[in-house]
Nanobody, 114 residues
Framework: QVQLVESGGGMVQPGGSLRLSCAAS????????MGWYRQAPGKERELVAR???????NYADSVKGRFTISRDNAKNTVYLQMNSLKPEDTAVYYC????????WGQGTQVTVSS
């Protein structure tokens, strides 16, 4: 029923940009908060950015000023624009829906390396 599909990951050089997309189905997208999390090897999964149904956003300190989360309710899609990427941003990025117990996407790999 609930499905979150991420896309847009890949490899980029330091200082480059990527835009991740998360297409959602099976949720009342316009009323649900959405988030992006990431997990690097051997580390805990951490919140990167969150956007509420009214557009209110919050970010991890490590990405403030570089990443922007947005949503297009007409397309049931949430985005993460990532600029000025650093090697420390390398991780699997997961989309998350704040509905019920919560739902996760499968993740998309982002690798920042020269």
């Amino acid at each position: 029923q609930v499905q979150l599909v991420e896309s847009g990951g890949g490899m980029v050089q330091p200082g480059g940009s990527l835009r991740l997309s998360c297409a959602a189905s099976g949720i009342i997208f316009r009323t649900d908060a959405m988030g992006w999390y990431r997990q690097a090897p051997g580390k805990e999964r951490e919140l990167v950015a969150r956007i509420a149904s009214d557009g209110n956003t919050n970010y991890a300190d490590s990405v403030k000023g570089r990443f922007t989360i947005s949503r297009d309710n007409a397309k049931n899609t949430v985005y993460l624009q990532m600029n000025s990427l650093k090697p420390e941003d390398t991780a699997v990025y997961y989309c998350y829906a704040y509905r019920g117990w919560g739902y996760w996407g499968q993740g998309t790999q982002v690798t920042v390396s020269s």
